[in-house]
């Protein structure tokens, strides 16, 4: 295993002195340090992460890229026709989800895990694979340097437990704030009749326990775009209310998606973000929500309400309110960081087939109760 100082200390070694990336529990080590050591830009997504990178890097210094290669499919663009195009080297540290063995990760990953090392391939790009047994980044950046040194962008692709992971100090939190949970139970009955949408993370695993609903949506992976799905929902079953259970970092990753909401106007479209400030299932790291204001933008985009909320009751009434009135409309629920969540994947109990059958027999019976 290579240590946090290790590599924040090979970086630099290296003169790679910006580093952009998203979450990654692989790579929590070195991103809780470079963070605190001011060397790292927490990007909205993998495709803007390597696009600063090579901004950072386009006079001649370097720079690197943190990043889960089940983001793979963001940074491809910016890949084949930013980076690789004017020859701007960056490196880019990526985590192996579903490799070598997709059976033994959860079943988002399993089509990207056996994908990733042929599609790098298929753009000519180069990789190195660093093993779990890697003890010093150093010589995995050896191998790296002929390409760099030809001006071209370079994968590291690093296994489950290559690198030392960040572990919490365990403090209790300042001071209790509300729960997500808490809102989940609350919110239950509001969402009975709704096709409801959950993002990825600790959102769907806790609305999975809370209701145990086999009809809701429970995205995993398609981190933030948990929105535009409940988009194309709402537009093609106008008469089901659509509820979108959103994350401060998945709304973030692709925040655009708010103007497409607005520009299409469905009336049965309600969004409702929970804001903790953090990216709670990969180890904690801190999103940019503090300085973004959500309901701003949502009025902005031409959502048609969108109300900021910081107790359960006011929750309930601006999803009740959301749910009678015609939007689309925006509910924020600034909620605490739970840490590590007590809930399972709703994949632990079903398949995604059974999610998304479940889920397809929820709208054509709301809409048959509609026609009759």
């Known amino acids: ?82 980076t690789e195009t004017y020859g701007i080297p960056v490196v880019v540290f990526m985590s192996l989800r579903g490799w070598p063995d997709p059976m033994q990760d959860e079943p988002q990953h399993a089509v990207m895990g056996t994908s990733t ?28 340097e002929v390409f760099l040194a030809a001006r071209k962008s370079v994968f590291v692709l690093a296994q489950k437990g290559a690198v030392e992971q960040h572990r919490a100090s365990g403090a209790a939190p300042e001071a209790a704030g509300l729960r997500r949970v808490d809102v989940l139970r609350a919110v239950e009955p509001l969402l009975e009749g709704a096709a409801v949408v959950s993002t990825t993370g600790y959102t769907s695993r806790e609305l999975f ?33 659509v509820v979108v259970l959103d994350g401060d970092g998945a709304a973030i990753m ?21 804001d903790n400030g953090s990216y709670e299932s990969t180890g904690g790291q801190a999103t940019t929500s503090r300085s973004t204001d959500f309901a701003g933008v949502a009025r902005a985009a031409g959502y048609a309400s969108a109300r900021l909320c910081c107790t359960v009751g006011e929750v309930m009434d601006a999803l009740g309110a959301a749910l009678r009135g015609a939007g689309p409309h925006l509910v924020v629920a600034r909620v605490e960081s739970g840490g590590v969540s007590a809930f399972s994947r709703a994949t632990a109990a079903m398949s995604t087939s059974d999610i998304r059958e479940g889920f397809a027999e929820r709208l054509r019976s709301e809409e048959r109760l509609r026609d009759s």
Do not use: W
Request: glycine share 12%.
């Open 1 to 82: 295993m290579i240590s946090n100082e290790n590599f924040c200390a090979t970086l630099a070694e290296r003169g790679i002195d910006f580093v952009a990336g998203v979450p990654c529990s692989y790579f929590s080590g070195p991103i809780e340090r470079l963070t605190r050591e001011g060397r790292y830009l927490a990007a909205s997504n993998e495709g803007a992460a390597l696009a600063a990178a090579a901004g950072a890097a386009v006079e001649g210094r370097r720079s690197a890229v943190i990043a889960q290669n089940s983001g793979l499919g963001n940074l491809v663009n910016p890949l084949t026709s930013l």
């Open 117 to 144: 090392h042929q599609i790098l391939d298929a753009v000519g790009v180069p990789h190195v694979t660093m093993p779990a047994t890697a003890t010093d980044l150093g010589s995995v950046l050896d191998e790296a």
């Open 209 to 241: 326990g809370v209701t145990g609903s086999k009809s809701h949506f429970y995205m995993q992976g398609s981190m933030g775009h948990a929105a535009a799905f409940g988009l194309g929902v709402a537009l093609r079953s106008p008469h089901v209310p």
């Open 254 to 274: 692709h925040l655009g998606t708010m103007s497409s909401v607005g520009a299409a106007a469905p009336a049965n479209f309600v969004h409702l973000v929970f």
